[in-house]
């Protein structure tokens, strides 16, 4: 039997490393914060190795982009980024130790034959044809590692407790394909080797690969490698609503895409430590200082967690709404000031944002919900909404009361309060309820029924605008 366990030393060494096929992946994410949170917090070393030795599939721009979610989401490695495929050398020559160590033989069987042979099997998977054949390595030829025969490979699990995995039920696995390209199970435990990982955390998709990894840690600390295998975590997987794992074609699970949305880092890296696990007492809000000092493997429950955007943006709303009046409008910048702004650079004005910021940020839960909020500020003529105006256009006694209102807001002293007590007279007098006189005002001022509230947006407006709105609108509605 062959086991891992716990490895030894002081300050411990943790490794993330994704593959870049794609977007940053939420689950990747949360991978890559249990990494850190456990580094940080046992005062060990959090490295970032990016396994791209898959030339086709692997791109650039996608390698930059997950170095980018994790610095945004305050997650630098301390060392790396690393490239695998930098290493390939040494994965190599790790498989010509196993060669002559006799623990990986050659096969030049095609998938077909495969295939072909072992249909109707009873035990599935390669079924050792070339494994006394004496093949010599070459060429449109594999090299398999011989897996033992009998036993068992158990993998001492941080979260799931001791997990054993029968020998005769692990074919004997390709470790260098016929292509000479080394795979990732082989370069993964050189790799870890060569670095100095003791923890290996990482989700759960890959705990059936770790019997595989055991036993080529065995075997090459036999042909001279270190001998102390590394603890393993496997991380439970996410799951959507449906309790279906996180499917990138189905579910949105683009860590760069909460980033554009305007999820702020700390709230999202919140949410992310409590995908399976919980401080103690169970609070949800949890600043990252108190997560490093409370983090454990063993609390991690083995569960599938619910990524639950609804609960996301929720949290996201907490933190918007707890950011002081100036860091919110700093935070907003690349919507009001940068190129997501949806009015010309010049006409924002940071002062009038800031009489209105204290507002938005209580009715936003991302910060791309501003512009829409703000927009009948900085643009010249408000974004009428469709369905606001139909439900003006529908109201016989809007014209008169936009006439009235222009009446009153020319004389009325121009602050939120007066504005207030003039706007309910004249709803009184309409034998209207405030709220159903705001209407064709708000619209007709900020181009939609929902916004901040209406007695402040108009003192940020100005009375000048405010007038000229109100008297556009009214001849609007009297145009035929």
């Known amino acids: 039997m062959v086991a891992s366990g716990p490895a030894g030393g002081d300050a411990p060494r943790v490794r993330f490393a994704p593959s870049p096929t794609g977007f940053f992946h939420v689950g990747s994410a949360r991978t890559a914060l249990f990494n850190w949170l456990f580094a940080k917090r046992a005062g060990g070393t959090f490295v970032l190795r990016i396994e791209d030795t898959d030339e086709e599939r692997n791109r650039e721009e996608w390698i930059d982009g997950i170095v980018s979610a994790m610095s945004w989401l305050g997650m630098a490695p301390d060392e ?22 006799g623990a990986v033989y ?3 069987c095609t998938r077909q034959a495969v295939e072909e ?18 093949i010599e390595p070459g060429p449109g030829r594999a090299l398999r590692f011989r897996v033992p025969d009998d036993g068992a ?11 054993a995995f029968p020998n005769a039920a692990i074919e004997d696995f390709v470790v260098m394909k016929s292509t000479g390209q080394p795979l990732f199970v082989l370069a993964n435990v050189v790799d870890d080797m060569a670095m100095g990982i003791t923890h290996v955390i990482r989700g759960e998709d890959l705990l059936p690969s770790t019997p595989k990894a055991i ?33 990138k074609r189905r579910d949105p699970v683009a860590v760069e895409s909460y980033r554009d949305r305007g999820f702020l880092p700390e709230a999202f890296v919140n949410y992310l430590g409590l995908l399976g696990w919980s401080p103690p007492g169970g609070q949800e809000i949890v600043p990252l200082a108190d997560m490093v000092r409370a983090f454990r493997l063993e609390d991690v429950n083995h569960a599938p967690a619910f990524f639950d955007v609804t609960k996301l943006t929720h949290m996201n709303g907490e933190y918007i709404r707890a950011l002081p009046a100036e860091e919110f409008v700093a935070r907003c910048a690349p919507w009001t000031t940068g190129p997501l702004a949806p009015w010309p650079a010049d006409r924002f004005d940071e002062q009038v944002f800031l009489q209105v910021a204290p507002l938005v940020q209580e009715r936003v839960s991302t910060l791309d919900e501003v512009p829409a909020m703000v927009d009948f500020l900085f643009l010249a003529e408000p974004l009428v909404d ?78 000048v605008a405010v007038l000229a709105r109100l008297r556009a609108a009214q001849e609007r509605l009297s145009s035929p």
């Open 215 to 247: 036993l080529l840690w065995g075997a090459l600390a036999r042909s001279g490698g270190p001998a102390g295998l590394p603890a393993f975590a496997h991380l439970p997987m996410l799951v959507n609503e449906q309790r279906k794992k996180l499917s």
């Open 153 to 163: 490979t158990v993998v001492h699990d941080l979260v799931r407790g001791q997990v």
């Open 117 to 134: 042979r072992i249909r109707g099997n009873e035990v599935p998977g390669y079924d050792g044809y070339c494994r006394d054949r004496g």
């Open 106 to 108: 050659a096969c030049d």
């Open 80 to 101: 790396g980024p690393y490239r695998q495929s930098d290493r390939v050398g040494d994965h190599r020559a790790a498989a010509d130790r196993l060669w002559a160590a």
């Open 386 to 463: 469709a369905a606001a105006w139909a439900a003006v256009g529908g109201d016989e006694l809007a014209a008169g009361l936009l006439a009235a209102a222009v009446d009153i807001y020319q004389q009325v002293e121009w602050t939120a309060e007066a504005l207030h007590q003039a706007t309910l007279r004249l709803a009184e007098s309409s034998g209207r309820k405030l709220g159903k006189a705001q209407v064709p005002i708000r619209v007709a001022v900020t181009g939609r029924r929902v916004g901040p509230p209406l007695f402040e947006s108009m003192v940020a407006l100005g009375r």
